[in-house]
């Protein structure tokens, strides 16, 4: 009786662990899909990163300033053409 429950709880772990693997899988493949926009949006545009880190309590929160510099310049380069 007692190697069927250890058999059942193994039963469980692997298909915990399996349920686990193909999530994180899964996950892998919505962030490359993410990283891949991203890079495109950042290869479009002229964007400046700024970040920050944040120690509070123990925990590191990070605050990321994007700052898109494109428009920037080219409205730079109108008021230096007025001038």
Request: glycine share 2%.
């Amino acid at each position: 009786m007692i190697m069927l429950v250890d058999t059942y709880i193994l039963i469980i772990y692997y298909y915990f662990f399996l349920f686990l693997y193909i999530y994180m899988e899964e996950l892998q493949k919505r962030i490359d899909v993410f990283n891949k926009e991203l890079q495109k949006l950042l290869d479009e545009h002229d964007f400046r990163i700024a970040s920050e880190a944040l120690i509070i309590d123990g925990l590191i929160k990070t605050k990321v300033v994007v700052v898109d510099q494109t428009n920037y310049a080219e409205k730079k380069e109108t008021e230096e053409v007025k001038k």
